[in-house]
């Protein structure tokens, strides 16, 4: 019984991640979506620069299930809007 307990956390614990990750995922593809419609809009030369690198990086993260990286990478254009 003691030697079950540990396998029944692990599994509790990722079972809460599940929708997290789920979370993470839909959250980056909005921030993807955010990114390009910004990039249609004029903005300054640097800012533009900015959004080409984020999205490039966003992209490159999707590609590989990144979602927390892909999230800097949203949060990287965000903040290069508000400047």
């Known amino acids: 019984m003691i030697r079950v307990v540990p396998y ?3 599994l509790a614990l990722a079972a809460t991640m599940i929708p997290a ?7 980056c ?3 993807v979506s955010m990114i390009k419609s ?3 809009k004029k903005h300054p030369a640097p800012v533009l ?3 080409r690198k984020a999205l490039d990086s966003a992209n490159m993260e999707v590609a590989e299930g990144d ?3 892909c999230l800097d ?3 990287a254009a965000r903040n290069a809007i508000r400047k």
């Open 8 to 10: 029944v956390a692990a």
């Open 21 to 27: 990750a789920a979370s993470e995922k839909a959250d």
């Open 29 to 31: 593809m909005r921030g």
């Open 38 to 40: 910004q990039l249609k």
């Open 49 to 51: 620069e900015q959004l």
């Open 67 to 69: 979602w927390p990286e």
């Open 73 to 75: 990478a949203v949060k």
